[in-house]
């Protein structure tokens, strides 16, 4: 029998391998000083640790991937003992380069088992074949809670109070050695039995005595679970984990994880903050259990419990035979609802942890470098041919979006599919959006979602992102409806908006291609920014300054110098989409986009102001398309504004005096262009003297003596005309723009 575990366990380190290769594709020697570090730990004896060779395990399946780490159920042939044990080996991402980390959650569970025997054993550290550090856990037997829920909402009450005192205790001893968990969610609490339980993952754990900021703040967790203070300013204390305690309860009680409806969980960290989003409680639920769990998820969080308080709360309930009578009615009553509720939403995205979704491997068509991506994300690679393909909703510069139907995790959803022209040959820029789009939604779960990736494999083998879809089309498409809503909902508009670009830019990335054609909608007063396609990073060099980027009337000034996009030239063009809402039409509309637009907006032009619009606006509007860069607000600035507007009564009073007079229609100048393009300023100016051939009466001295375009003064488009001819690139964008 030996024989034959011996032989499976040589097959799955070969799979063990595999998995490893999938998330590791760059290999370099370890630091002998990281091991050292290690060792010192060990060598110091004040835990009783053991050094296990990676060869004494047989590694059987992998069971779970976080954001940090792998875990695998493996057999530990303990030669030690004479004996063979049940383990899970937790593998933490490149930790033979940043051993610290792997040190700081060794001696969390350390000091917690030396105190505190019943918590989940840590039996030593091992190092596998690539050099990376293993914590050797204990197994649990059923999994995980998340696993379980079902299960566990059926048990007797007596037995679900047991497991919730198992949790409550667990959290109360963590809290007892100054620990803070910060990533505490039923994917974290492992099960030997339905009515016992351990927490697990200490991994983001810090000290409720760190005063380090970069290290106390920060979002961490999946998003129903992390507390408002946290999700608001990134600060965690015990009593955020017994805000996720109270989520844990409600999950518990209805037997599926915590999922709000799709409208609110795209906006969840807004909804959470300012309007105490909380799951739904259904009707029957024991008064006793709601307000416990009700305690637990107060905004303020000085009203919340100590997990000390809610272990003497659920003691008091297992030794009441009124509360425990009181419970067992309500499970009659509640028995016909939950039934309807047992389905496991496996879509919904979580950040940290073990129970993230992990996708199938790409396709033998797929390319290499997607390989590499793939196995460190939760994106999914989804063959085209299950992709069912409505209709063409939009078209860019650099790409097609269609509407399709695609199934995810067992549902049929609408999606939106970018087509993006030439990734074929240029897999460079696609996986640059592809980074962004995922690095920024799977941290920001309120963010505009990018599903997965595919391949046109019929027609042009281009790649394509699988993309949250958004029914109402973009703001471009309804402008004119905007304008008519009720100014609350304006500014609930453009709050979105901020919030959205103030995500972007908090993680140093400028989007570089914002107008109203890349702002998507679900509802009139919500929306999203999309379209990342052109974003760089913020410390990015670009190669060529003389290139520019996007839709004429929503580029800065100093874009057009030369000079660079910087985050204020995203304000920029927020204060121009501020502009569009306010009148119910597009900048510029009524000019032809070329050099005279661009040598017109440097010197200072901009959309004629909606009289009588409040001042407060307009003040916003106008800071925000200052001519100089360093005076106009941040993106995080601008959405406290607003967000003071809001919840400001005055203010909305004012507000709502002024009233949108929409025009039955407005002129479009042919020449208006509000497609995102690439533009060289040096090739524009030969552009710009065919057009003003075509706008004027020249005469036989090369001067114009007539001109159709009201507001470009004669004088000036003589000297422009001047100018071209004496040089035809960088003097005419210098004496023009400067």
């Given amino acids: 029998m030996l024989a034959i575990v011996i032989k499976m366990g040589l097959e799955f380190r070969k799979i063990y391998k595999k998995q490893i290769i999938g998330i590791k594709f760059e290999w370099k020697n370890v630091d002998s000083d990281s091991d050292d570090d290690v060792k010192k730990f060990l060598v110091e004896g004040k835990y009783p640790l053991l050094w296990i060779s990676f060869k004494e395990f047989i590694v059987i399946k992998k069971i779970g991937q976080g954001g940090f780490a792998m875990v695998f159920y493996a057999m530990w042939l303990d030669k030690k003992h004479n004996i063979c044990r ?38 030593g550290i091992s190092k ?87 290290e106390r703040r920060g979002i961490y967790g999946g998003l129903p679970y992390i507390a408002p ?57 024991p008064l006793c259990y709601i307000n416990l769990m009700k305690q637990c998820w107060e905004r303020d969080l000085i009203n919340r419990p100590s ?31 939950k039934s309807t509720h047992i389905q496991i939403y496996l879509d919904e995205l979580y950040k940290g942890g073990a129970y993230i979704e992990i996708s199938e491997p790409v396709k033998a068509d797929g390319d290499i470098e997607i390989l590499k991506f793939l196995p460190n994300t939760s994106l999914q690679w989804i063959p085209f041919e299950d992709l069912e393909i409505i209709k063409e909703i939009g078209k860019g510069g650099f790409a097609t979006v269609f509407l399709a139907k695609c199934n995810l995790n067992g549902s049929t959803k609408n999606v939106a599919l970018k087509f993006l022209r030439g990734s074929r040959n240029n897999f460079e820029a696609f996986l640059k959006e592809l980074n962004i789009c995922y690095n920024i939604g799977c941290i920001e779960p309120t963010f505009l979602q990018c599903y997965g990736i595919s391949k046109d ?14 029914p109402m089309g973009s703001l471009r498409q309804n402008l004119r409806k905007v304008a008519k809503i009720e100014w609350k909902e304006k500014l609930q508009l453009l709050l979105y908006i901020a919030f959205d670009l103030k995500i972007i830019h908090s993680h140093g990335i400028i989007h570089r291609d914002l107008h109203s054609g890349n702002i998507l909608q679900n509802k009139l007063y919500n929306a999203y920014i999309g379209d990342l396609g052109l974003a760089e990073a913020v410390n990015k060099v670009l190669a060529k300054s003389n290139e520019i980027y996007g839709v004429f009337p929503y580029i800065a000034p100093e874009v057009l110098r030369s000079r660079g996009y910087t985050p ?54 106008k ?26 009564y005055e203010i909305l009073l004012k507000f709502n005096k002024f009233e949108t007079i929409l025009e039955d229609s407005w002129l479009m100048h042919p020449q208006a262009v509000y497609t995102s393009r690439f533009i060289n300023l040096d090739e524009l100016v030969s552009i710009t003297s065919q057009a003003i051939c075509t706008n004027g009466i020249i005469n036989d001295d090369n001067k114009i003596i007539e001109s159709q375009e009201d507001n ?27």
């Fill in 457 to 470: 494999i019929i027609t042009t083998n281009d790649y394509i992102l699988v993309m949250q879809y958004a």
């Fill in 128 to 214: 596998d074949d690539s050099g990376d550090y293993i914590l050797v856990l204990g197994y649990a037997l059923i999994g995980s809670l998340r696993q379980n829920l079902h299960s566990v909402s059926q048990m007797k009450w007596m037995d679900k109070l047991s497991l919730l005192h198992c949790i409550a205790s667990d959290l109360q001893t963590i809290h007892s050695q100054e620990l803070i968990h910060r990533n505490l969610h039923s994917g974290n609490i492992l099960q030997d039995h339905l009515h016992s339980a351990y927490i697990a993952d200490l991994g983001l754990s810090i000290s409720t005595n760190t005063t380090s900021n970069a």
């Fill in 86 to 123: 049940n383990v899970a080996l937790k593998v933490l991402h490149e930790s033979k380069f940043c051993n610290s980390e792997f040190i700081k959650e060794l001696k969390a569970y350390c000091d917690i088992c030396s105190k505190h025997p019943s918590f989940l054993k840590c039996h």
């Fill in 623 to 648: 800071g925000c398309w200052n001519n100089d860069p360093e005076k106009r607000p941040m993106a995080s600035e601008i959405y406290e504004v607003i967000k003071s507007w809001e919840n400001n």
């Fill in 307 to 337: 997990a000390t308080k809610i272990c003497e709360i659920l003691t008091e309930w297992i030794n009441d035979e009124n509360i425990l009578l009181e419970l067992i009615k309500s499970d009659e009553l509640l028995k016909n609802i």
């Fill in 712 to 738: 470009i003064p004669i004088e000036r488009m003589n000297k422009l005309m001047s100018e071209i001819e004496k040089d035809k690139a960088a003097s005419v964008r210098l004496s023009l723009c400067e």
């Fill in 229 to 285: 203070e946290a999700l608001d300013r990134g600060y965690y204390s015990t009593a955020s984990d017994v805000y996720s305690f109270g989520i844990i309860m409600w999950e518990i009680l209805y037997g599926r994880p915590v999922s709000y409806n799709r409208e609110f969980r795209q906006r969840l960290q807004i909804e959470i903050c300012r309007n105490d989003l909380r799951p739904t409680i259904i009707e029957n639920t």
């Fill in 568 to 621: 204020a030239s995203d304000v920029y063009s927020f204060g121009m989409i501020m502009w569009e809402i306010s009148s119910g039409r597009l900048a510029f509309s009524d000019k032809n986009h070329d050099l005279c637009l661009l040598t017109e907006v440097c010197n200072g032009l901009r959309p004629t102001v909606v009289k009588d619009m409040p001042e407060y606006y307009v003040d916003l509007m």
